[in-house]
């Protein structure tokens, strides 16, 4: 493991933690041992360890379920629902919540594992170009939950329920819970998004979110 993924210099970090980061040594040997092997495959996944993840250490047993959910609500292969799809939706809900740091995150997600331009992005969070209107139907779920959850309908729950199946249904509720609460964390922490993926933190002011808050 490239120390890199490790520890930054000052330099690369625009705006420093409140708390220190906790000292996870070269190659992660001084991070628990029951929750290394999920650090080393999230540092794998993303090219980098983020730095929520590493201020999340100083609680490892916490970190460990956390991130264990996360692999588990967005990538498990039971899961009826793609990954793509799940990243689609991650991602109105991050913007919906307002979290730059999330949502750019996804951005950068969607242009290395899925090959999206910024239009792509752009066109996704307008919700101009659901994948069909099952995708229509959920994100439309997903945006109203996330923006005011009691605001949901009988309605729309039903029109949900007729369309998903079971596990479908409760895959997209997990999602808006998961994602509010670590849009929740990401937000209150005040981390800012790290180099590889500063530069799309302008992405969540696009789209409906930001057109209902200037009305």
């Given amino acids: 493991m490239n120390s890199s993924a490790e520890k930054r210099s000052p330099a690369e970090t625009s705006t420093p933690p409140y708390i220190p980061f906790p000292e996870l040594?070269?190659?992660f040997e001084n991070v628990p041992i029951y929750v290394r092997p999920d650090i080393e495959f999230y540092a794998k996944r993303m090219g980098f360890l983020p730095d929520t993840i590493r201020l999340y250490?100083?609680?490892p047993w916490v970190a460990e379920a956390m991130i264990r959910m996360n692999n588990a609500l967005m990538r498990d292969e039971r899961n009826a629902l793609s990954e793509e799809t799940k990243y689609r939706l991650s991602?109105?809900?991050?913007?919906?919540?307002?979290?730059?740091y999330c949502t750019s995150h996804h951005v950068g997600v969607f242009k290395k594992k899925f090959g999206y331009d910024e239009k792509a992005v752009e066109d996704l969070l307008r919700m101009h170009e659901p994948a069909d209107e099952r995708e229509r139907l959920a994100q439309e779920f997903v945006h109203q939950a996330s923006l005011d959850a009691r605001g949901v309908t009988d309605e729309l729950r039903a029109r949900m329920a007729k369309t998903f199946s079971p596990?479908?249904?409760m895959e997209i509720i997990l999602l808006v819970?998961?994602?509010?609460m670590y849009n929740t964390m990401h937000n209150a922490m005040g981390?800012?998004?790290e180099p590889p993926v500063a530069g799309f933190k302008k992405f969540v002011n696009i789209g409906p979110a930001a057109v209902a808050a200037a009305s």
């Fill in 167 to 169: 596990q479908e249904y």
């Fill in 191 to 193: 981390v800012e998004s």
């Fill in 25 to 27: 040594g070269e190659h």
């Fill in 57 to 59: 250490l100083h609680v």
């Fill in 91 to 100: 991602m109105i809900a991050s913007r919906d919540n307002e979290c730059a």
């Fill in 177 to 180: 819970g998961f994602w509010k």
